[in-house]
Structures are given as C-alpha cells and as structure tokens.
C-alpha cells in the first residue's frame, strides 16, 4: 500500500535535517572561523577557496542523488493486458505456464530462493536481474541497493554513482573542515583566543565534522568494496549467488562510473548499460580465486574482456546465478528464464 500524502511529508524530515546542517556548517566555517578568528589573509583565501570547491561538488550530488529519479524496469517486462487476464484466470499451479512462456523472450537469469521466477504482483511485471520492489516508493527499482532515508530516495542504477560522489564528498568536506579547524579549536579551548560568538560555532563545528567524518569513512568503504565487487546492499544481506555479476575491480568500477576517465568526478550520469541486463562472471571461473596461471588468464582473455554493456548474459553463468539450480550434466540446455520445471509464482513486495 503507497503511504498517504501526510506521511510522505513526513519522509522529508531526514533530508531537511542534514540540509540545515549543512547551512549552518557553511555560516560557521565562512563566516565565523575564515572571516571572524582567521588574521592570514592567505590563509583565508586558500581555505575559502578549497571549502567552495567541496562545498558546491557535495550540494550539486546530493541534489543529485535525491531528485533523480528511479528507473523502473522496461515495458517488455510488464505483463500486457491479455497476460494479466490470463494469470489470473489460471489456477496457480498453471500459472507458472504463463510466466514460463513470458519469460522466454527475456534477458532473466536470476530466480528466488525458492526457484521462482521473480514476479511482483503489486507491479505486475517480471523482475529484472538486480531488481527489487522498494515498499517505500511504491515501485519495482533497477539494480537497488537501498532505500535511503537521508535522500528520500531509492539509491539504484539511476542514481548510484551520485551517492557514492555524495559521501565521497560528504567525507572529504568533513575532513577538511576538522583539520583547518582543529587548531583554532584548541585556542578556544585552551583560552589561547578571546571569548566570542565565534567559539561555539568552531568548536561545535570540529566536534560535528569529526563525528561524521568518522561514520562517513565506514560508509564510503563498505560501498567502494560493494563496487569492486559488483554487488550490492541488499544482494550482500540476502543474495544467494554474491560474485554472479562480478567481471573484476576495473570493470566493476566502470558499470557504476563509465568509461569517460573525465566524468567520474562529476555528478552527471554516466554509468554503463540500462539496468536491466547485466553480463555476469564466466562460469567455472571464480573471481575470488587468485589466477592459477595462463589456462585461467586465456578464460578471461576469450570471455571477459569480450563484455559489451548491457549484452546478454552467458549461457554458462546461468547455473551460477540462479539460486538453487542443481548442476546440469545433460547438453541440451532450455531458453533462458525456463529451466526450473518447478518454476512457481512468488509475489515479492
């Protein structure tokens, strides 16, 4: 059920928190340390200088990361019409008949835990790889990692790269700010300074930029790990296959930031793909094993170094996302989405 407009309001509270944390850390650091305690000119100058840099490259991912908004899953993936009146006409136990034939002409390689294709009911549509529907927003969310309340927001394809830039930024900010302010902080602190309107705002100041500099640093590494990886929040909480989609650190990096070196920096969409497919680890070939020598560098020579983005997945890593597929010894392999003769409906919300 979608939240009501009143309590949807309520969601901006978060958001409208850190925004006044910001504006005051803006008053406390421009105008209280730089223009009220700092005499140096030149120091002044350099420190204004850098905080404007940090302080407008955090405001414009942040804006960002909270207005993008999230991509939904292709129209090839909703249920037509005729479909919709088909399933539900069908007992369940036929029903899996009419997702099966569906679900041949699309690119699904992923299933539940149970062996179901992934169906949300409440979307009425079939879920693409790295999908989930967020109950929050009230939609099915490519590749979500979470949901956010800091940005009210789904962080997933759409938006990714400018929530890591955000806490990137967001940590660099802080950082700067606690050590330009650290030794003013300690003539306050120390009776080195006169008392003034300037001392709790600076020393308010390096006691917040510290405190967040230190859980911003976790969470920074925690999803610079998730990157290099090719996974995300809510795969390394409940996935059953974590490495399926890994095809090594630089390409990882590279589906969230792009292949335009100049970009990375910039909040401006330029991750590689459309959400929706995704090319997966080579089978038989796991990229947490160290290399075992020239068999293995010619595997990743004739198989990933040959990925476009978004190609279809392989064949042979199909066993190997899917959650609770036995091995296949036999040769004759079905389309893809339909080799689960137990295929069932499994409503996710």
């Not at 199909?318 to 091995?327: F, I, N, T």
Request: charge should be negative; proline fraction near 6%; glycine fraction near 4%.
């Amino acid at each position: 059920m979608a939240p009501s407009s009143c309590w949807r309001a309520l969601y901006w509270i978060p958001v409208i928190f850190i925004s006044l944390i910001v504006a005051w850390s803006y008053y406390a650091y421009v105008w209280q340390l730089c223009r009220e305690t700092i005499t140096d000119k030149g120091k002044q100058t350099v420190y204004l200088l850098v905080y404007h840099v940090l302080f407008s490259m955090l405001v414009w991912s942040y804006w960002q990361t909270i207005f993008t908004a999230p991509m939904n899953p292709l129209k090839e993936f909703h249920l037509s019409h005729p479909d919709k009146e088909l399933l539900e006409r069908e007992e369940r136990e036929s029903q899996q008949e009419v997702l099966k034939r569906i679900a041949e002409d699309l690119p699904i390689y992923t299933s539940t835990p149970s062996g179901a294709i992934r169906y949300c009911d409440h979307c009425q549509l079939l879920k693409p790889d790295r999908c989930h529907h967020c109950s929050a927003c009230d939609m099915c969310i490519l590749k979500m990692d979470h949901h956010c309340p800091w940005v009210n927001n789904c962080v997933g394809f759409a938006n990714y790269k400018f929530f890591l830039l955000f806490l990137a930024y967001s940590l660099l900010y802080c950082i700067f700010i606690s050590v330009t302010d650290f030794q003013y902080f300690i003539q306050f602190w120390t009776k080195g300074l006169p008392d003034t309107q300037a001392k709790f705002h600076i020393m308010f100041l390096f006691f917040t930029a510290s405190t967040f500099s230190l859980s911003l640093a976790f969470l920074f590494a925690y999803h610079c790990w998730l990157v290099c990886k090719n996974r995300s929040t809510l795969v390394f909480q409940h996935g059953p296959d974590k490495n399926g989609f890994s095809l090594g650190a630089n390409k990882n990096f590279r589906q969230v930031f792009g292949d335009e070196k100049k970009l990375w920096l910039l909040p401006v969409f330029s991750s590689l793909g459309d959400g929706c497919s995704f090319p997966s680890a080579p089978a038989n070939l796991d990229p947490e094993q160290p290399f075992s020598g020239l068999r293995d560098i010619a595997k990743i020579n004739s198989a990933s170094d040959s990925y476009q983005i978004p190609p279809e997945p392989l064949r042979e890593s199909q066993s190997c996302l899917l959650s609770v597929r036995q091995a296949d010894t036999s040769d004759n392999q079905e389309p893809p989405g339909t080799s689960d003769p137990a295929l069932t409906i499994e409503k996710e919300t």
